[in-house]
């Protein structure tokens, strides 16, 4: 079959690097693509938001399957257009439909949502531009730190860990009144801040039944300790330590299959991942915030510990028979550090020739936001997050000494990363 990936990112490049493998796939075309996916397909120009475009592409090129990676033309309604059009009708595209997406793309939907299914959550209100006095008086019902969301898509910014609430009365009126990101805080979340251990949760579902994949830790921060400006991730480790059987038992019991049997009661359909944002709250799960497709940096270290054939996971989704599927996990600990542009997650530049590639040994490299200077015959950088190194090993020390040799091979001007990942994951293992 022939296959399109939308998105441009690590995510992009790990879920080709898996499709590529599978003996069911003909053709592998990534829109747009970065400098890494055309070491498994053909990168072509598409404008990821642009429905018309993609539909005729995929007509065009006898495309079979869609996969969509990032969240935008989920929340827009990329699989509502597929299923409105009658030569569009039998491509299979996995991701959710619009209302389903709403899960990701309005965090009061998603609050609601699980008020109503009876999922743990931190305690929340939602409040518009003409609330902003009522805004200010829940807050003072919370101790400091102080957790603000815009309601919309703010490409990974909308939310803001206040730690005092001087900080967290401007960022609201900033935010309600200033139109800090426009129409997507023309509502704004406001939430208790849960204290515990973050980590990340996945399914791949047909709407009726669901395949869980390996969970992952991922790292926000841009600097050392969790400390410093969120990005959009700096590295990912899978499995999670404290994630044994029974508190994945919880997170099963209590959010996952209520969340699947929530979508079915509200006759809403849903095709594709669920990314579920989790707190370890002294070893109970609390539901953080979803996500309508796979994680980024969380795919980098998930996607290489799946052996099975994600073509036939994904057919399985397309033909709702997903219960027959049967996935088969890699045991071993998977590491992904990413190497980003100096001055992210604000100003930096672009265009930096990468050096040291062909030198990595026993690792994977997935790239993040890269290009490929045709005339010149080199890798730039054209992105915050560049590269990905990811390795797999007997342990979390193993696998991270492996993707910290490699990175240390890497060079490209201003080039950063964090070299304390899993530290907080060590008072966790045997």
Known sequence: MN????????????????????????????????????????NVDLDTNNFGQIGQFAIDHDI?????????????????????????????????????????????????FMQRHNIPTGKHRTFTRNEINEAMSYLKEFQAPYVIKADGLAAGKGVLICETFEDAEQELNAMLIEEKFGDASAKVVIEEFLNGIELSVFVLT????????????????????????????????SPVPFADNDFMKKVEDRIIRPTINGLTKEGISYQGFIFFGLMNVEGNPYLIEYNARMGDPEAESVIPRIKSDILELFQGIANRNLKSSKIEIDPRYSTAIMLVSGGYPEKYEKGKSIKGLENIDESIIFHAGTAYDQEEKIVLTNGGRVLAITSLGKDMKDALEKSYQNADKIKFEKMYYRRDLGSDLEKFQA
């Open 3 to 42: 296959v399109l990936i939308l998105g441009s990112g690590g995510r992009e490049h790990a879920l080709a690097w898996k499709i590529a493998q599978s003996p069911v796939l003909k053709k592998l075309f990534i829109a747009p693509g970065n400098a890494g996916t055309l070491q498994h397909g053909y």
């Open 64 to 112: 079979s399957l869609i996969v969509v990676g990032p969240e935008a033309p989920l929340v827009a309604g990329i699989h509502d257009y597929f299923l409105e059009k009658p030569e569009l009708g039998n491509i299979a595209v996995i991701g959710p439909v619009r209302k389903a997406a709403m899960l990701e793309g309005s965090k009061d939907f998603a609050k609601e």
């Open 206 to 237: 047909d709407g009726n039944s669901y395949i869980l994949l390996p969970e992952a830790k991922d790292y926000k921060r841009i600097g050392e300790g969790d400390t410093g400006l969120n990005t959009g991730g700096m590295g990912s480790i």
